[in-house]
């Protein structure tokens, strides 16, 4: 079973920041990868991907200029900065994967992706 393993999420106060990883298995070495959220009551929501070329990036509106969407490709790694965080960034935030068209491509709709982690907590509290 192919697992993408999500870290780093907690209880942080507004204002505050945190960084979020997701791990890869090893055997997949060619994947464009995003990050979602789910609130409680809510859909699930796009927040960010990045092609595994690094040249196409995406961002949902509500974080802009906020959080930052990177990856190590050597490491099968991938992270997202969250800085300035709102009580309404309180989510479970998804690792997401899916086998790219062409190494710049990025997917913002859940539908499109292959692959997901179980997910790690973030309670943002004011």
């Known amino acids: 079973q192919v697992q993408f393993v999500e870290s780093g999420g907690g209880p942080v106060q507004a204002g505050g920041s945190l960084r979020l990883s997701c791990t890869a298995p090893?055997?997949?070495?060619?994947?464009?990868m995003g990050w979602f959220r789910q609130a409680p009551g809510k859909e699930r929501e796009f927040v960010a991907a990045?092609?595994?070329?690094?040249?196409?990036?995406a961002y949902g509106d509500s974080v802009k200029g906020r959080f930052t969407i990177s990856r190590d490709n050597a490491k099968n790694m991938m992270y997202l900065q969250m800085n300035n965080l709102k009580p309404e960034d309180t989510a479970v935030y998804y690792c997401a994967a899916k086998r790219p068209r062409t190494v710049d491509s990025v997917y913002k709709t859940q539908a499109e992706y292959e692959y997901w982690g179980q997910g790690t907590q973030v309670t943002v509290s004011s």
């Open positions: 090893a055997t997949f070495n060619y994947l464009s």
């Open positions: 990045l092609s595994h070329s690094h040249r196409g990036i």
